[in-house]
């Protein structure tokens, strides 16, 4: 692009839409490198030179920012809009960046404010290099001193908007302290980060086609035993899996050994059928990434993992590996419960019924997709998830007007692993008891989750049609039902003997009752009492920045009691709590295991 003064190249622009994800790319020149505008998004990895603005926000709910390097440019992150007045950027989170020789660093209209907390920011981990400004406010004033004419300067945490600790909430804008890091997530001091793997240096004769095999991958054979057999010998071989483009379906557990090395080919589908997975009670996995206790690694990408007509005993994906020494990965690995083409869970199968009160009326078993969409149990470690997306379908993908459905899936992402999760730019959606739940972990990074409450909820309510089961560590509802009728919905993100939990930016969005949306208009939050439930005396080492909610009167829940209020906290449409610290639980063993440097 240009890099004439006055020009008006444009790099990215993005001005609509509810992302997101987007890594490794360089950007020269431009009025604008990146111009952005998108409900939820998580970028990494973007290096920018020579632009007037290296990013302009014109409106987000949330968006994270890490490992942004920017170079020779006049303002570094532009998120004042308009004017105070008219300010639509909701929240910005940037972590672990450099930005070398820009007069401003970041720039804001962020006014102080009890109620309003519109341009929420939070900054932690980020070198400055000949940044004159640091962060500019209204009418040129300096919130944040930068270096000056010359030299250099670390940011270690800084905050504009409301903050609690765990009280509040109180209006600042300030250097604050960062979030305790777990040595084990890092890599030198920042979280531990990795691309996806392309394999363009490795020859044609190191990958292995599905369809080579035997694999028919037309949603009608049995693929199981192709799979299965091409999986475990290109392991023991160092190959490649090459799954081709098409729809693979399966009827027993598909394993993957450590070791293995699978990409998909434009987004095949593998997708359980069949009576293995249908008892509830004594669900299996549809995958399966090691066995208990298995030790190695594993690499895994661009794959759909769906079920086809009732699987109430499927687990879509457990994960049971455990990566010491090098974390595992899976990139742009989906779950897809319901709503396209083959999966028998569409709106000629499973139309959406507001109007009939379930219960009495029975729940249609048909329609009940899946058990859990992602399992990480007891024991796994060393797993590092990025642009990974569990849906279960609220509406028909190949309906032309996209008419709602009702598809049930118990559980979301269960995240039982010993220690050591990254999750980078991963969402979670419609399941009946949550979406995300951290139960009996440590050392977990979160960049940018989201969520979305299941839309036909309350009619019925999250206890149906999965019973909540004290063996694994369901939610029991006695707190989150409404106005004590027993009218329950999901949580969004539930956090349960845990410690040192970092989550950097979260949305977490329920819109309707019983597919209505009048509960989620602006000031309403009606749609379900609370999304974000911390519990369990083991509790500790709790932080979380730009949590934004909508729909939910209480935005965070410890052990049963509300401590932030919606209406406290009102944004340009979700409310937003700039920083959240919880550290007062009792003391538990620390956390000792060596960086991902180190080891």
């Known amino acids: 692009m240009s890099q004439t ?24 020149g431009g009025q604008n490198a990146a111009f952005f505008g998108n409900q939820q998004f ?5 290096t920018i030179n020579n632009a007037n603005n290296a990013i302009n926000m014109v409106w987000d709910w949330g968006w994270t920012f890490k490992s942004i390097t920017i170079n020779n440019c006049s303002v570094g992150l532009n998120i004042s809009n308009i004017s105070p007045s008219e300010q639509t950027v909701g929240s910005a989170t940037f972590i672990d960046s450099n930005i070398n020789n820009t007069p401003i660093g970041f720039l804001t209209s962020h006014v102080l404010n009890t109620t309003f907390t519109n341009s929420s920011f939070v900054l932690e981990n980020v070198k400055l290099n000949n940044v004159r400004t640091a962060v500019q406010g209204v009418g040129n004033t ?7 004419t010359s030299g250099t300067k670390s940011i270690e945490g800084w905050t504009q908007g409301h903050s609690y600790a765990p009280d509040g909430p109180s209006s600042i804008s300030r250097e604050i302290a960062a979030f305790s890091r777990p040595q084990a997530l890092l890599d030198g001091d920042k979280y531990y980060e990795r691309s996806k793997p392309q394999y363009a240096d490795q020859p044609a004769e190191q990958f292995t086609s599905v369809r080579s095999a035997g694999a028919k991958g037309d949603g009608v054979t049995d693929d199981y035993q192709v799979l299965q057999d091409t999986i475990i010998r290109a392991a023991g071989a160092g190959r490649i899996v090459f799954v081709d483009a098409g729809v693979y379906k399966i ?8 070791d293995s090395k699978i990409i998909g080919e434009a987004y095949p589908v593998i997708m359980s059928s069949g009576s293995f997975f249908t008892n509830m009670d004594s669900p299996q996995p549809v995958i399966q990434v090691g066995q208990r206790g298995e030790e190695g690694c594993v690499e895994w990408s661009d794959t759909i993992v769906s079920t086809q007509g009732a699987q109430p005993g499927a687990i879509a994906i457990q994960w049971n590996l455990v990566s010491s020494e090098k974390p595992s990965g899976m990139w742009d690995v989906h779950v897809r419960i319901g709503g396209f083409a083959g999966s028998q869970l569409q709106l000629a199968d499973c139309r959406a019924t507001p109007d009939t009160a379930t219960p009495p009326a029975p729940i249609d078993t048909s329609c009940v997709g899946a058990h859990t969409s992602m399992h990480v149990t007891t ?8 642009n990974v997306w569990l849906w279960t ?21 269960n995240m039982q692993a010993e220690r050591n999760v990254w999750l980078v730019g991963t969402s979670v959606e419609h399941h009946s008891l949550y979406q995300y739940q951290l139960a009996n972990t440590r050392d977990v990074f979160m960049g940018q989750i989201q969520s979305e409450t299941a839309y ?30 027993g009218q329950c919905s999901g949580w969004g993100l539930r956090i349960l003997d845990s410690q040192d939990i970092g989550v950097y930016g979260a949305g977490l969005y329920s819109f309707f009752q019983n597919y209505d949306n009048t509960c989620s208009s602006p000031y309403q939050e009606d749609c379900q009492r609370g999304i974000l439930s911390i519990e369990g005396s083991k509790t500790q080492n709790i932080n979380v920045c730009n949590l934004n909610t909508v729909g939910a009167s209480s935005m965070i829940d410890i052990d049963g009691s509300s401590v932030a209020n919606a ?3 009102v944004n340009v449409f979700p409310d937003t709590i700039a920083v959240f610290k919880l550290q007062s639980k009792p003391q538990d063993e620390p956390s000792s295991t060596p960086s991902i440097a180190s080891s």
Do not use: W
């Not at 379908?393 to 992402?413: C, E, K, P, S």
């Not at 019973?467 to 409404?482: G, I, N, R, T, V």
């Open 379 to 386: 024991g796994a470690r060393g797993l590092y998830l990025e």
């Open 393 to 413: 379908a609220d509406h028909d993908l190949d309906d032309a007007t996209f008419t709602n459905i009702t598809v049930y899936a118990g559980r979301g992402l």
């Open 251 to 258: 009827t027993k557990t598909l394993y993957i050994p450590k």
């Open 456 to 485: 036909y909820q309350p009619n019925p309510d999250a206890t149906l049609p999965f019973a909540p089961s004290a063996e694994l560590l369901d939610p029991q509802f006695s707190s989150s039902c409404k106005n004590g009728t």
């Open 142 to 148: 300096t919130l944040l001193f930068g270096t000056g």
């Open 42 to 46: 998580t970028v990494k990895n973007l």
């Open 567 to 569: 209406s406290d906290n």
């Open 5 to 28: 003064a006055g020009n008006q190249h444009q790099g990215v622009f993005i001005e609509d839409g509810s992302g997101g994800f987007m890594s490794d790319l360089t950007f020269n």
